[in-house]
């Protein structure tokens, strides 16, 4: 008889083991809370929206309308895609529920995005990312909250070595003239340009600058700068935007060649990237996107916002030496025979009533008392709670130490059991203090 085959994880798609979950929760709750700081609200939007959502909001031209998307035909013909990004559906679901026009709005998302990239350390075909969108603020003061939250959350990470890099990329009237400048002066060097280069010579003459091939680099060291074409308006806003940074104490180098990879931004653009992670050094990036939600079918309004890796986020930690684990378990709960497990299984949970936060583990399956009290040792917890027969008998309850072996095992009533855990818990604690 032949053997079955094993099913594997699809190329590029990861698992989160439970050894790593606790990084990824640390991770999530300084998000939440810093979220929560600063007054943003949290929305959710669909995995799957309709594919001329992205098209018509990243761009066509893109690597990632043209290359990326995971996109199929469902029944009724209609085509939709797994999200490559989350600003799109959010800007949706907000012209959709009426959340935009003429008001304020500061909201957030984490979740699950897609794209068919060739797997690579920090770069996957499902990726997490955080998104924050703002809309109805059109002055530099909400560019420079953004990129001050990003820096925040560096700091209570404890991640160090970070740089931030700015640009503008002016008005789409700025970007036209300064593409015709562009066109020009790569048209003189056409021999130099890569496939890719020549084919965004006559679609997007800007994503040449976003080029990450090596022999490019002098050519695009050389290529015109658009700070030097940005009209006098978005001057202005970068202007204020770097005294502002500057007031708030955060550093930043100007990268003229910083045009992020999706068609909707316009004036600010920002990456906070590390040299850390190889050839993946962009942790978060973001911009300003003033036109979208008018491209998307509703009234012009004006937004930012930014996007991070979660997975490099959590490499760059690991990296630096940060790290997370779950708290060990504080209890293991023995019960030694049918009788014990009945009344082990009932006081677990009025303990449970009684303690907030108590981390107890039953002991499941069965078992000798010997097979028991490896389980708890293998747990990690601090103490063993013990019940057999003669306990039942006496509603008594054994607490035997596991981690000081100098302490000596106790019995004690169990209705006296809560307390006295409260009371290690105190002891514990001061002990810590």
């Known amino acids: 008889m032949s053997k079955i085959r094993s099913i594997q994880s699809i190329r590029g798609v990861h698992d989160i083991l439970p050894h790593q979950s606790p990084a990824w929760q640390y991770l999530e709750n300084c998000l939440r809370e810093l979220m929560h700081e600063y007054g943003y609200a949290e929305i959710r939007m669909p995995i799957m929206e309709s594919t001329e959502l992205f098209k018509r909001s990243i761009g066509e031209v893109t690597d990632i309308v043209e290359k990326e998307m995971y996109t199929f035909t469902d029944r009724n013909e209609s085509s939709l895609t797994l999200r490559p990004e989350g600003t799109a559906g959010c800007v949706r679901a907000g012209i959709q529920h009426g959340l935009l026009y003429n008001q304020q709005q500061r909201l957030w998302y984490m979740g699950p995005m897609f794209r068919r990239e060739r797997p690579q350390k920090g770069r996957y075909r499902q990726f997490h990312q955080i998104g924050v969108e703002t809309f109805g603020m059109k002055g530099p003061d909400i560019d420079a909250e953004l990129i001050a939250m990003t820096a925040r959350l560096w700091r209570r990470l404890g991640l160090k070595q970070i740089q931030l890099e700015l640009n503008s990329i002016g008005s789409t009237a700025s970007r036209q003239a300064y593409r015709a400048v562009l066109v020009d002066y790569f048209s003189q060097h056409e021999s130099l340009l890569d496939e890719d280069s020549r084919r965004r010579l006559t679609t997007n003459p800007m994503r040449i600058l976003d080029s990450k091939n090596p022999a490019l680099t002098e050519l695009l060291t050389h290529a015109p700068s658009i700070i030097d074409h940005l009209d006098e308006a978005s001057e202005a806003h970068f202007e204020r935007l770097k005294k502002l940074l500057d007031a708030m104490h955060i550093p930043y180098i100007i990268n003229p060649r910083l045009v992020r ?10 990456e906070w990237t590390t040299r850390e992670l190889g050839s993946q050094g962009t942790v978060c990036g973001g911009g300003r996107y003033d036109g979208l939600v008018e491209q998307l079918g509703s009234k012009q309004t004006p937004a930012c916002g930014f996007g991070m890796g979660m997975e490099r986020v959590l490499s760059l930690m ?24 009945l009344t082990g299984m009932q006081l677990a949970e009025q303990l449970r009533d009684q303690i907030s936060d108590l981390r107890l583990i039953c002991n499941c399956g069965g078992g000798s008392f010997k097979a028991q009290i490896k389980r708890a040792d293998k747990s990690a917890a601090r103490y063993a709670l013990i019940i057999g027969d ?13 981690r000081d072996r100098e302490a000596q095992q106790i019995s004690l009533p169990q209705t006296e059991l809560a307390m006295t855990i409260l009371s290690q818990r105190n002891k514990a604690t001061n002990n810590n203090d």
């Open 318 to 341: 690991e990296a630096q030496g940060i790290t997370q684990n779950a708290p060990p378990p504080e209890y293991f709960l023995m019960m030694i025979g049918d009788n014990a497990q």
């Open 390 to 402: 003669d306990e039942v008998k006496m509603k008594t309850i054994a607490i035997k130490p596991l």
């Open 261 to 270: 990879g999706l068609d909707y931004y316009s004036k600010t653009v920002f």
